[in-house]
T-cell receptor
């Protein structure tokens, strides 16, 4: 059974700092990996999708990388802002399963 | 207007009551999903549907049923609600024809409390 782990569970950084969020998964046979943002009590916003044939994706200040062989992904946030404060979730779809398996998230706080 | 909408947004009900949560989408996607989110447990898949005639159980389907009334509508029912079904429920959609394979888009969620 696929398991997704996100470390750390919570992170607090000062505004302007660059930071990295980590995601690991136990079965490297994935179809894609998706990073989401969730604000308190709100829905999930898709940030980046990395398909299995890709190594990274970028959107603005966000860059996500994927290393399938080691079962790892990172989300890099450059020049963090207070508005980046949220919970970030990593999820993978296993090849042939069609189901997203989620990590439990990293709660990010960016301090002004 | 939001692409994926859920109604109601909040619901308080009593043990034993039947309730229905509804999801509608204007994205034209073929696939729809229901998840629940619990503190400390993350999001877990309840049911998913690849088209109107296709319904599949997810990881935690016991105590739930679904109906895909149209391509754009997917409802989740709790036949006899119990307190441990108190959670945040999300509907999601995806489009196999998009070329972005299985990317999922989520609704705003329904907060359900069972007393």
């Amino acid at each position: 059974k696929q398991e997704v782990t996100q470390i750390p569970a919570a992170l607090s950084v000062p505004e302007g700092e660059n930071l990295v969020l980590n995601c690991s998964f136990t079965d490297s046979a994935i179809y894609n990996l998706q990073w989401f943002r969730q604000d308190p009590g709100k829905g999930l916003t898709s940030l980046l999708l990395i398909q299995s044939s890709q190594r990274e994706q970028t959107s603005g200040r966000l860059n996500a990388s994927l290393d399938k062989s080691s079962g790892r992904s990172t989300l890099y946030i450059a020049a963090s802002q207070p508005g980046d404060s949220a919970t970030y979730l990593c999820a993978v779809i296993g090849a042939g399963s069609y189901q997203l398996t989620f990590g439990k998230g990293t709660k990010l706080s960016v301090i002004p | 207007d939001a692409d994926v909408t859920q109604t109601p947004r909040n619901r308080i009900t009593k043990t034993g009551k039947r309730i229905m949560l509804e999801c509608s989408q204007t994205k034209g996607h073929d696939r729809m999903y229901w998840y629940r989110q619990d503190p400390g447990l993350g999001l877990r898949l309840i049911y998913y549907s690849f088209d109107v005639k296709d319904i599949n159980k997810g990881e935690i389907s016991d105590g739930y049923s679904v109906s895909r009334q149209a391509q754009a509508k997917f409802s989740l029912s709790l036949e006899s609600a119990i307190p441990n079904q108190t959670a945040l429920y999300f509907c999601a959609t995806s489009d196999m024809t998009s070329g972005r394979g299985y990317e999922q888009f989520f609704g705003p969620g329904t907060r359900l409390t069972v007393l």
